[in-house]
């Protein structure tokens, strides 16, 4: 059987970040994405940041899964409804771009698709979702969801809701996970789910029910495959469902544009 294909959205410097390569446009990717991924049983393909939805039609039809990547910087507040509140370091807008495009266009191709962190919270605004700007700012919370320590060590517990796809990944209604993000979902998009929670009521895990695999979680599994098994499961049922998909890609249906850009609510 072949492996599937996993497209990867990438970290961008358009050049204007010093400490992301200086004044040279580059592409980053943490090492441990891919490495989930290839040890999961798929192929990690980095996805080019083109903005042109013939483009994502295209990249879509080529891949058997997504996987949308963490990143440091927030999505610009207009790109969900809402003028800025605090202080933020913008994505760059050939990221942002496409990757809001890459998730419509994979949820209508219903392309398995993962969200890690700052992934999870592209996947709910590129579906109609709205963000909490900054946690500490909009939120009571005695949890820390940005604290010092390294992604290694657990910092929290969640509550999973039972009957939802990640508790039937994880087989457990409690986890206990890492955290690094000063954002979090405040309204979940429409066609959307929240399936896990923090203590403190942030929400840790969003699932489109209508959809083969469509998971966000607001955590990093990729730090803690190696301490914690459960988080495999995670890329190995990402994987699973992209293999469901090799042997029906020929039912897969045919995108148009104004499909893809028609999901802003």
């Known amino acids: 059987m072949p492996k599937p294909v996993i497209g990867v959205t ?17 592409y980053f990717l943490r090492a441990l994405y891919p490495k989930a991924i ?9 996805l080019p940041l083109l903005s042109n939805r013939a483009a994502w ?22 790109l969900y409804g809402e003028t800025p509140r605090c202080r933020l370091t913008l994505m760059s807008t050939a ?20 969200g890690i962190c700052g992934g999870m919270q592209s996947m709910n605004v590129a579906l109609g979702g709205t963000l909490y ?9 005695s949890i820390e969801h940005r604290p010092t320590r390294s992604a290694i060590h657990t910092t929290h517990s969640i509550h999973i809701a039972p009957h939802s796809l990640l508790h039937r990944i ?41 959809r083969s695999f469509v998971l966000g979680v607001q955590w990093h599994p990729e730090f ?14 990402l994987i699973r469902a992209a293999r469901v998909l090799i042997h029906t890609s020929s039912a897969r249906p ?12």
């Open 170 to 210: 994880t087989r457990t209604s409690r986890l206990k996970v890492n955290s690094s993000h000063h954002q979090s979902v405040k309204k979940v998009a429409p066609k959307l789910v929240q399936t896990a929670v923090a203590p403190d009521g942030v929400i840790e895990a969003i699932e489109a029910p209508g």
């Open 254 to 265: 045919m995108l148009h544009d104004r499909e893809i850009v028609g999901h802003r609510q």
């Open 224 to 237: 803690l495959i190696n301490r914690h098994p459960v988080q495999r499961r995670l890329f190995s049922a």
């Open 38 to 46: 290839e040890e999961a049983g798929g192929i990690p393909f980095l």
């Open 133 to 141: 700007q900054d946690i500490r700012a909009q939120l009571r919370t």
């Open 95 to 114: 990221r942002a771009t496409m990757e809001l495009g890459i998730v419509r266009t994979g949820y209508l191709a219903d392309v398995p698709m993962l």
């Open 10 to 26: 990438p970290d961008f410097n358009a050049g204007d970040r010093k400490d992301m390569g200086g004044r040279e446009p580059t």
């Open 57 to 78: 039609r295209q990249m879509v039809a080529h891949i058997h899964g997504l996987l949308v990547t963490g990143s440091g910087s927030d999505l610009a507040p207009e």
